[in-house]
């Protein structure tokens, strides 16, 4: 499994037409570093209980190989219980599918095109919930069919108002991948996105949902398996996409984001403010989407599970299952627990005696790092908000997500340490 770079990248394939517009991928596994379907397999006991510290450690030396990426994510990102076994697991999983099934089942009684292969791109209700007649047509041009016409209340209206937006995000997701050249792959995406948009009415769809979900789509060949994966995701990043009139859903981390700075390059965060920058709202692309425009797509999935990893509470899963059992654990200092959290959070539970601070994840930490990376440039540079956001773009295709990460600890204990003198 090692053989190749070429292999490695054929998991995500360009299509011929623009690989010389994608940028190339800086992430390569490596033997004895990377974390292979060898070394995952063998990190299970026969019943199915999964050592997450041996895990963690691997994929915060070098990632995890794009042939087990999906599985992996499933258990980083809370899903499943590392402590479960593998009957537990496979029974959690079929309960999860029927869910989804159910749940899609409901969508497709109010708009018959979820589940059928297609999406929608136009709109097919007016703002008051009348149907709009020949109701849209999907990515192929093909008609589509309303199968409920009666009165509908404000909830109904609202999701179906979201159907064609989040169908002409979907056909401009990673148009660059061979995989999207197939409709059914978008109509999964869609049909994701459609139903987490029912469910969670509260939030519904944003523009930047596509690409956090895109990468579950193709990683997870069930639709349910990727649903679940991604809505185990939106449980960190559902506030981000939480907008009102008189604020952004970011601006919490984006106030964390500028704290952090003051706190820890006064002069720098100063300089910002002078500039009208001290809202920091040229980081909001970052935070919104991960990082998706700054490094290319295997670059992204690869920082991606490294701050997961980083940021792994062996709590995840019962905090999303919300069980409640034994949850004092997470205040216990012996190693052999320390070592079922991920180098960010472990800091925190050895500084705090506790969980992390939600609104200074890791992420935010990447930022200030890169603020400090670039500290002379701004000083010197920047004469207006406009050139910090251009210097800022300057990181777009450079950055190694590894380092990144490792700057952002270093940082991320330089704070907690310099918090520590102020209590």
Known sequence: ????????????????????????????????????????HS?????????????????????????????VWEFLLGCYDPNSTFDERSQLRQE?????????????KMVSTIGSGKIITSPIITDDGQPIQDEGSDSQGQTLTETNNAPEDKKVIQWKLLLHQIGLDVVRTDRALVFYEDPENDAKLWNILSVYAWRDDDVGYC??????????????????????????????????????????GVQSQLDSLASIIKALDPKLHQHLENLDGGEYLFAFRMLMVLF????????????????????????????????????????????????????????????????????????????????ENKNKKLMKEAKGLDDVVKI????????????????????????????SIWL
């Open 292 to 371: 998706r425009r700054e490094f290319s797509f295997l670059d992204a999935m690869y920082l991606w599970e490294l701050m997961w990893a980083m940021e792994y509470n062996p709590n995840i899963f019962s905090l999303y299952e919300e069980l409640h059992a034994n949850m004092e654990a997470s205040t216990v200092k012996n190693d052999k627990l320390l070592k079922q959290y991920g180098k960010f959070e472990r800091k925190n539970v050895q500084t705090s005696g506790g969980g992390t601070d939600q609104q200074a994840g890791l992420s935010i930490f990447l930022i200030a790092s890169v603020l």
């Open 43 to 71: 990190t299970f006991s026969v019943e199915g209980h999964l050592d997450i510290a041996k895990v963690l450690g691997r994929i915060q030396r070098g990632g995890v190989h794009p042939s087990i990426k999906g599985v």
């Open 96 to 108: 999860r599918r029927e869910q989804y099934a159910d749940w899609r089942a409901e969508c497709q």
């Open 207 to 248: 523009q930047g949902m596509n690409d956090i979900c895109s990468p579950m789509v193709i990683l997870l060949e069930n639709e349910a398996d990727a649903y679940w994966c991604f809505s185990r995701l939106m449980r960190r990043l559902r506030e981000n996409f939480r907008c009102t009139t008189s604020s952004i």
């Open 392 to 419: 800022m773009n300057d990181i777009t295709g450079t950055m190694d997500a590894k380092k990144a990460c490792n700057e952002a600890l270093k940082l991320h204990k330089k704070y907690l340490k310099q918090a």
């Open 1 to 40: 499994m090692w053989k190749s770079v070429t292999e490695t990248e054929n998991y995500f394939a360009v299509r011929p037409e623009c690989e010389d517009d994608v940028r190339k991928s800086r992430f390569k596994p490596r033997a004895g570093k990377t974390l292979s379907a060898r070394k995952w």
